[in-house]
């Protein structure tokens, strides 16, 4: 899950009907172990169509070959959905009737929609109907639904069904560039799934990630039973940036998804074990105090490429006697200094701190002494680049009563991923600084509060490079 090596293509644009693309598709395994993959193309009048292909060789470990079936496409668009609207099909799963069904996103207007189809061998399907829609969530690409254990911490097949279990549905919002999801019961007699919260139903609830991640897909590890998502990371600096230095996006590291019994309103997202193999020298600092406005340099050389856990705990005194001014969203800048917060790492900075990226924690205190917690990454002040990406990404993260302020950064030159109170909240970020690059790269922690002091605690792992290259045949 770390180390990869470049396969040639699979499948290329050369048939009608997806001469203008071969678009996302998701693979499913069936019982008798044959692969059926179902992708959308892009036809030849740009109409939005499924079509199946199937591995040329079973026997072969790489399945480098795929075979697209003759009769392809195997489904069109449906009356009332537009020609550009029905795309990136899940994997299937299998129902108590022995039918096989997967979910297309699509939408009706303004309102975002899965489509249901069954089908008995991938090549005849049925619309069953609608799974569930949202108004005003716009157009439903890269959907994603499968189930998640409330009862333990194994992944489930795609296919199970039953009590202990919720059903998570997932949408990438075109309209946006969100990922949003939702947990919920998935009723098999009607092909309807009805979320557990409808005022945080898919798109006006929670987001897989609150950064610079879009077009995620999750399959099931069947050897060690475990759901693992894929996030698509974009760039966010110029084109000729890319092509000067020759590539363009990335996978996020791929994470574990799980149910959190503390909250049961979200799951929990956390890097694979394997991306633990890669780290090397670690350093660690117990309870450091921040005095309110204060800031302290790790002495972290060639920090551009760590592995950062830290916890914090607030003054009790200070959060129990500080008014609340009721401010709802406190993603804004880290240089804002409020009566509890921000405070957390300053990553990617150089000495002089010219350049420098933030990931905190700010708590926003209500008049009525009620506490919302939030998580955020400030690329304000990321880069002395001009043509970069500088927003602030965040939201809301909850933190329980007795549990300490934690987050886990994986920082990669470019790119740092950051997981909050054990990957409750998720923040992607891409950074491009000109100064604090290498071994010039420092971390420092901040306490940006006026009323709190913070006391830290923080490990810093070194982390060696990922194995990339062409495969040897």
Known sequence: MIHWKYLPLSMVPDQWYDINGVWTGSATILPDGNIMMVYTGDTDKFVQVQNLAYPANLSDPLLLEWVKYSGNPVLTPPEGIGAK???????????PDGMWRIVIGSKKGKTGITLVYKTKDFKSYELEGNLHGVPDTGMWECVDFYPVSTTGHNGLDTSAYGPGMKHLLKASLDDTREDVYALGTYDVETQTWTPDNPEMDVGIGLRLDYGKFYASKTFFDQKKQRRILWGWVGESDTE????????????SIPRVVTYDAKTGTNVLQWPVKELDSLRTDSTKYGNLVLQPGSTINL?????AQLDVSAEFVVDQEALKSTVGDDVINNCSSAAVRQALGPFGLLVLADESLSEFTPVYFYIAKASDGSVKNWFCTDQSRSSKASTVDKKIYGGPV???????????????????????????????????????????????????????????????????SAHLGPYRF
């Open 85 to 95: 609207d029905f795309r990136d099909p899940t994997t299937a799963w299998v129902g």
């Open 240 to 251: 000729a940036d890319d092509l000067l230095k020759g590539w363009s996006s990335l996978q």
């Open 299 to 303: 002495n972290i050389t060639s920090g």
């Open 398 to 464: 909850p933190v329980l009563e007795g549990e300490k302020y934690r987050m886990r950064l994986l920082v990669d030159h470019s790119i740092v991923e950051a997981f909050g109170q054990g990957g409750r909240t998720c923040v992607t970020s891409r950074i491009y600084p000109t100064k604090a690059i290498n071994r010039e790269a420092k971390v420092f922690l901040f306490n940006n509060a006026t009323d709190s002091s913070v006391t830290a605690s923080v490990k810093i792992w070194k982390l060696d």
